[in-house]
């Protein structure tokens, strides 16, 4: 899958013979690189229905009533019919509680 915040680095060209300094650089821009890929950051396309509006946000729970639990703030079927969500957008339906992607 393709990340938007992953670009692949410009390698440099090489010399007509070994450099050991090149070969530095060309290693430290490959590890930069895979550690990128490895390390991507945070979910950028996360929606959620918090305090009954649609946002993008990082993670799918926020903290419940009840001290140390959490309760899930997806949309609900109720966003999708309302035409709140874009293609793609995941919701909760409460009535099969089950997660439906929005067509």
Do not use: C, H, W
């Amino acid at each position: 899958m393709s990340n938007p915040l992953v670009r692949a680095p410009r390698l440099p060209s090489p010399p007509v013979e070994y450099d050991q300094q090149f070969m530095e650089v060309l290693l430290s821009a490959i590890r930069l690189y895979f550690n990128q890929l490895d390390n991507p950051g945070a979910v950028l396309a996360a929606t959620q229905n918090i305090n009954n509006a649609i946002v993008t946000a990082l993670s799918f729970s926020q903290p419940g009533v009840t001290r140390g639990t959490l309760r899930i703030s997806l949309p609900t079927q109720v966003d999708q019919a309302a035409g709140r969500l874009k293609t793609g957008d995941v919701y909760y339906d409460t009535t099969s509680f089950v997660l439906k992607v929005s067509p």
